[in-house]
């Protein structure tokens, strides 16, 4: 499993490490990644995704997980999301149908 956001897309950077005497280290940023679940109304279950604390303010923002799925594009998605983008589309348009 790689170290990246599923809702921002950030991933582990590299750089250096930077001494008084000006000597360069090499070392790695990491991005603050949790597993958290995250309610899906469309569903009705709850979504494991494994996220920053920027993305789940992202979804604060945007309204939601649901929202997020629908309104981004599937080739931007993290490409675990994109089978939960068309059963959330799936699941709506029964909801509106019915």
């Known amino acids: 499993m790689s170290r990246r956001c599923m809702i921002t897309g950030k991933a582990v950077m590299s750089g250096n490490n930077v001494s008084h005497a000006q000597n360069k280290t090499r070392r790695k940023f990491l991005p603050n990644l949790h597993y958290t ?4 109304q469309a ?8 996220v920053s604390q920027a993305g789940l303010r992202t979804l604060d923002h945007v ?5 997020f799925v629908g309104k981004t594009a599937v080739t931007k998605l993290d490409p675990a999301l994109r089978p939960l983008k ?5 699941a709506l348009t029964e909801t509106q149908a019915a």
């Open 63 to 67: 309204g939601g997980l649901d929202k």
């Open 86 to 90: 068309a059963k959330i589309q799936k």
């Open 37 to 40: 679940s995250v309610y899906s």
């Open 43 to 50: 569903l009705d279950a709850m979504i494991r995704i494994r």
